[in-house]
């Protein structure tokens, strides 16, 4: 993301300017990742299991869980600990750049939380009038 600097800012203050899609806003908005991240994030200075994190995901597919794991991981948000046991054991832990993820992510937390009221007032607002 980009911000303009104070010599570029439009009116009304709207400098926010985002960089070219990388594929890290994808994967922020898909349905898994942010989930993902927030369960890693709770187990604080714990690492925790792939089973776990599954169980701990309502309705997450353990290829859904696999996939988002292994973007986080290659993205560098996530570091994986093989342990070459029977059965073979494999934890997973929020990196420093993950976890700054969340604090990035705080903000939008806390807009939302803010205008949650007004999104469903606005949303039944255009309801009603969708059914007239």
């Known amino acids: 993301m980009v911000i303009a600097t104070s010599d570029e800012q439009p009116?009304?203050?709207?400098?926010?300017?985002?960089l070219p899609s990388n594929s890290i806003c994808?994967?922020?908005g898909d349905k898994w990742t942010v989930q993902v991240l927030w369960h890693?994030?709770?187990a604080g200075a714990e690492r925790?299991?792939?089973?776990?994190?599954?169980?701990?995901?309502d309705g997450i597919t353990q290829r859904m869980l696999t996939l988002a794991l292994r973007n986080l991981e290659r993205d560098?948000?996530?570091a994986r600990y093989y342990f070459p046991e029977v059965p073979p054991r494999v934890e997973y832990?929020?990196?420093?750049?993950?976890?700054?993820?969340?604090?990035?992510l705080?903000?939008?937390n806390s807009w939302l939380m803010e205008n949650s009221p007004?999104?469903?007032?606005?949303?039944r607002v255009y309801d009603d009038a969708e059914q007239r």
């Not at 009116?11 to 985002?18: D, H, I, N, T, Y």
């Not at 925790?48 to 995901?57: D, N, Q, T, V």
């Not at 832990?93 to 990035?104: K, P």
Request: some cysteine; aromatic content about 4%; overall charge positive.
């Open 40 to 42: 890693l994030s709770c």
């Open 11 to 18: 009116e009304g203050g709207r400098g926010f300017k985002p």
């Open 76 to 78: 560098g948000l996530v």
């Open 93 to 104: 832990e929020l990196t420093d750049m993950g976890s700054g993820m969340l604090r990035a």
């Open 26 to 28: 994808g994967r922020l």
């Open 118 to 123: 007004r999104i469903e007032e606005n949303r």
């Open 48 to 57: 925790l299991r792939f089973s776990a994190l599954k169980k701990e995901i």
């Open 106 to 108: 705080e903000g939008i």
